[in-house]
């Protein structure tokens, strides 16, 4: 079985920071990040691959929001600064089997999950 496990969820100020942490050893999956606010459907938030060369962000968190690996110890991270409320959701570790399928313009996907950390944004 494939095992995500993401952390670091939390209650957070307007303004505040908060980093994700995702554990999955998946050395040829594309990793990253998919949100899901109160209401909306599951949206992808970033995406690395490749150690860390190649990185993906939805257009709502360019500029904010940061992923990184460490490949030694298998993980990797959301670091999301300047939090907004808007960015209240159920944040879910992924893993996709190809960068294509990750990055999708019109669906994007995953083939594993975690099972998701709240992150709640207060004003």
């Known amino acids: 079985q494939v095992q995500l496990v993401e952390s670091g969820g939390g209650l957070v100020q307007a303004g505040g920071s908060l980093r994700l942490s995702c554990t999955a050893s998946?050395?040829?999956?594309?990793m990253g990040w998919f949100r899901q606010i109160p209401g909306r459907e599951r949206e992808f938030v970033a995406a690395?691959?490749?150690?860390?060369?190649?990185?993906a962000y939805t257009d709502s968190v360019k500029g904010r929001f940061t992923i990184s690996g460490d490949n030694a110890k298998g993980t990797i991270y959301l670091q999301m600064n300047s939090l907004k409320p808007e960015d209240t959701a159920v944040y879910y570790c992924a893993a996709a089997r190809s960068w294509a399928t990750m990055t999708a313009l019109q669906a994007p996907s995953a083939d594993y999950w975690g099972k998701g950390t709240l992150v709640t944004v207060s004003s």
């Open positions: 998946l050395s040829r999956f594309t």
């Open positions: 690395i691959h490749g150690g860390g060369g190649r990185t």
